[in-house]
């Protein structure tokens, strides 16, 4: 069983900087996906960021933290930062730490498809 926990939420005014931590405990195994989601009041779920131990190892950021967001995770240790900078209003969501194991080597992208979740962290940007 895999168990994640963040911390580092809070609230920070339009263009200010926010670092976000997550502790992963349990066995993720050879092949694995962690990724930082985050779900608006009456938004799906969206992925913001996701670093797999597959491949060529590279990060992930979604269009809408483009050049603002960043990921890091040395493979085998057990945290994965994302540091969001220059946050707008739109950043305001609960922010979730995620995994997904498998027997072969693949990205994961879809919410859905991970299956270990903290239980979040609230993140408020104010304008």
């Known amino acids: 069983e895999v168990r994640l926990v963040e911390s580092g939420g809070g609230s920070v005014q339009a263009g200010g900087s926010l670092r976000l931590s997550c502790s992963v405990s349990g066995n993720l195994g050879r092949w694995y996906c962690l990724g930082w989601f985050r779900q608006a009041p009456e938004k799906e779920r969206e992925q913001v960021a996701r670093?797999?131990?597959?491949?060529?190892?590279?990060?992930f950021a979604a269009d809408s933290v483009q050049g603002r967001a960043s990921i890091s995770h040395e493979f085998g240790s057990s945290t994965v930062d994302l540091q969001m900078n220059r946050m707008k209003p739109d950043d305001t969501a609960m922010y979730f730490c995620?995994?997904?194991?498998?027997?072969?080597?693949?990205?994961?992208?879809?919410?859905?498809?991970?299956?270990?979740w903290g239980q979040g962290t609230q993140v408020t940007v104010s304008s």
């Open positions: 995620a995994a997904r194991s498998s027997p072969q080597c693949r990205i994961w992208t879809l919410p859905h498809e991970y299956t270990d």
């Open positions: 670093i797999c131990k597959c491949g060529d190892g590279r990060s």
